[in-house]
């Protein structure tokens, strides 16, 4: 169940240039979101940028009933984001869509995650125990790495990538990942999920890799919305069927769907 | 003023037989079937639901991306994705049912004969009216056609009239030069009422990309961008028919049903302003209650079409 909410933001700073942490106080969405569900957020006053924004929901302290999420400032709704301060009053919906399969059988997984679609799979690190956890994460340049602390206090391994170089390694994550889990065989172990979020390209890489090392995977993904709630079909997103396919609902029947289920090439 | 005791429903008003408990409908295609609003609002009290518009077979919709923003409105290219009309009466009537509330089947089809079955399998069902889409923008085929022509309109009118034991509400496009004689085309050949508008073609660009945002390409307005139009149009099409009049475009408040009412409107629908606010419905309604009783009228009927135009 998720419910219409006024919530009041306890802070709100930039991380990195354009990239923006907030935490609102929320007894209900601390206590019931699950990771890889986001909120929807109205981003305006009067009649501009009518639609809400979903943002993932990055982070939970249950005990002091605080959710995070982190954003970066894209256009009018996020930049109005960027402006809430600690006491403003956040208009959301929420906790919505499906959620990352934690099973207590994965006792051994990787999330991989590329710029803005980190911040879920730090929610999942967050929450799920397990034996080992490993965390790849990829970014432009080290001028654009963000809670890279938080990264390494909820994983076992953590390995970042930079595009140019400037921080962990050079090259994409996914380059990463392949050459752990088709090269080097991770040490005789494999991972029993990996979970996924970030640019589509990066996702259907990580896909393939999963699928070629016989591993399972879910993927998040994102589409434009309109109600966020599963009512006017806006958000698209092509699943394959046994000998068709069909457009599923990022939003409710989604974000996180079966790597496989999805076709990356619409 | 209306006499009428005070434990009467005053909200209450009479469309082509059917009593609605008040004048607000959640429009087609903002609405789906009810379900997912039911979790945030009492859906008994609505005045009714037109649910989102059914095809003889499921339709897979358009491409996506299939919505973006304008200046106060937004713009969508659906495609009018839906389950087809038996999975509709097997799985999502049966539900809607549930509810104190007028269930009204918006129908759409690229041919005639697809209408006249969609209305024949759907009389023998127990939803309360016929919502006829002849004007959807967003599909290649059919639909748009019949709305935009007094020909269409009256063949297609008069066609779906004989399959249809419900009824039948036509729904016209704002895309045509007079709405007057289309309105009046649908009366002469058996719409028991009309509902307007639709959504306007339009069309939004990303200056980075230099690519239209929706991959249709173009799309249908709506939200209070609209709303002048939709008021306009609710005025003009109300004194030409003798009909009821249901309006719609962009309304986000009571005041603004208000306008529609005055204007002429039996009822209004409320279609983009429910993804803003889930409950923009419930808050419509409770405006239009304010506003009678700020007046101190005891019926929806001391302000339907008593708007006096200016000398
Ligand atoms: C399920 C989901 C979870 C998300 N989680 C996060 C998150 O944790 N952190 C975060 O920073 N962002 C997240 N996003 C993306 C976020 O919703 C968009 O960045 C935001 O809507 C942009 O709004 P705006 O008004 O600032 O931009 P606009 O002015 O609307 O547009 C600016 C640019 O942003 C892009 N854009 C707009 N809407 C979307 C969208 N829905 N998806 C992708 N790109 C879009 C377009 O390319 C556009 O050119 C998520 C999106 C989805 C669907
Ligand atoms: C996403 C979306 C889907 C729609 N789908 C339908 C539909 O299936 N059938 C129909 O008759 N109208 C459809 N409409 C039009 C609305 O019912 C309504 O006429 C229009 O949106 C104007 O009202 P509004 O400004 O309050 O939204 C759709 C509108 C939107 C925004
Ligand atoms: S955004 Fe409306 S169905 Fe997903």
Redesign the interface.
Known sequence: ????LQEEIVCNRELVTGIYQLTFRSAYVSQNAKPGQFVNI?CCEG??????RPVSICSVDRENKNVTIVFQKRGTGTSYLAKKRAGDVLDL?GPLGSHFDLSENYKNIAVVGGGIGIFPLLFLLEQKQCVHKTAYIGFRSKNYVVLEEAFKHNSHELIISTDDGSLGQKGFITDLLEKRILEEGIKGEKYDIIYTCGPGPMMKKVVELASKAGIKCQVSLE???????????????KIKLRDD???KRVC?DGPIFWGEEVDFD? | MTNIDSNSNRLEVDIAGIKFKNPVIGASGTFGFGREYSNYIDLNKLGGISVKGLTIKPRKGNKPPRIAETPAGILNSIGLQNPGVEVFIKEELPFLKKFNTVIIANIAGNVIEEYCELAEILSDTDIDAFELNVSCPNVKEGCVAFGNTVEGISEITKQVRKYCKKPLIVKLTPSVMDIKEIALAAEANGADAVSLINTILGMVIDIHKKRPVLANNFGGLSGPAVKPIAVRMTYEVSQTVKIPVIGMGGISSGDDAVEFMLAGAHAVMVGTWNFVNPNACIEVIEGIEKYLERYNYCSIYDIIGKLELNG
């Open positions: 169940m998720s419910l219409m109205k009649f501009n940028a009518i639609l809400r919906i589409q434009r919305m309109g109600c966020g709630i599963g009512a006017c079909l806006a958000c698209a997103c396919w069909q457009y409710k619409d």
